[in-house]
């Protein structure tokens, strides 16, 4: 966030999707089937990996905001760490599938 790896917000982060900073982007499970799509259409369109993970609640509270719909990781390094943390294959690179991580309740 302060160091500008993450973008947060319906706005922000098809902000970063469009200019191509976008290496990860995160929806909520609980995210509008209209949001769902949209994301999943940018997401498909720009070649960038989408991840359906957790609440609003869950992804505010992870980043220290209120709650969020939707999270871009713009750091590539930070990007990878993610994916691995949420059992992703590292090299995926395209936005066709959607993926609904499995959460680890002990983690969160």
Same mark, same amino acid.
């Given at each position: /966030?302060?160091?500008?790896? &993450?973008?947060?917000?319906?706005?922000?982060?098809?902000?970063?999707?469009?200019?191509? @900073?976008?290496?990860?982007?995160?929806?909520?499970? *609980?995210?509008? *089937?209209?949001?769902?799509?949209?994301?999943?259409?940018?997401?498909?369109?720009?070649?960038?990996?989408?991840?359906?993970?957790?609440?609003?609640?869950?992804?505010?509270?992870?980043?220290? @905001?209120?709650?969020?719909?939707? &999270?871009?990781?713009? *750091?590539?390094?930070?990007?990878?760490?993610?994916?691995?943390?949420?059992? &992703?294959?590292?090299?995926?690179?395209?936005?066709? *599938?959607?993926?609904?991580?499995?959460?680890?309740?002990?983690? /969160?």
């Amino acid at each position: /966030m302060r160091a500008g790896k &993450l973008k947060s917000g319906e706005f922000a982060v098809l902000e970063a999707i469009r200019a191509h @900073k976008a290496e990860l982007v995160i929806v909520s499970e *609980d995210a509008s *089937d209209n949001t769902r799509k949209q994301f999943n259409d940018k997401c498909k369109y720009y070649n960038v990996p989408i991840v359906f993970f957790g609440t609003k609640e869950e992804l505010g509270h992870a980043i220290g @905001k209120d709650v969020r719909t939707s &999270l871009a990781i713009t *750091d590539k390094g930070f990007a990878q760490s993610l994916r691995k943390n949420l059992q &992703l294959p590292p090299d995926q690179t395209d936005g066709n *599938d959607l993926h609904s991580a499995n959460r680890n309740t002990e983690e /969160m």
